[in-house]
């Protein structure tokens, strides 16, 4: 049986793609909190946003469509309590696409 040549840190295909998603998912994030016109809420959402990413860094598992939809109920809640309505929004629509 032939050994892969490739060393073992190398991402699969489909690790590779997810990453890709991820990465963009974080940048279109980031992308929407600058529109929050208030210094205050835009930091709070960056911060909240990083410590998410870095909390689920070594996620292995890739959440069930129920788990994303509570997720993002509890991040609706989350920024419209600070007044961020349109950052939800935003982030809602590429969530779904």
Known sequence: M??????????????FMRRQQVLLLYRRILQAIRQVPN??????LKDWAREEFKRNKGATEEA???????????????VTNHGVC??????????VL
């Open 64 to 78: 069930s469509p129920t788990t994303e939809a509570q997720d993002l109920k509890e991040a609706r809640g989350t």
């Open 86 to 95: 349109s950052v939800v929004t935003a982030l809602s629509l590429d969530l």
């Open 2 to 15: 032939a050994t892969s040549r490739l060393p073992p840190a190398t991402l699969t295909l489909k690790q």
């Open 39 to 44: 210094d205050s809420d835009r930091k709070y």
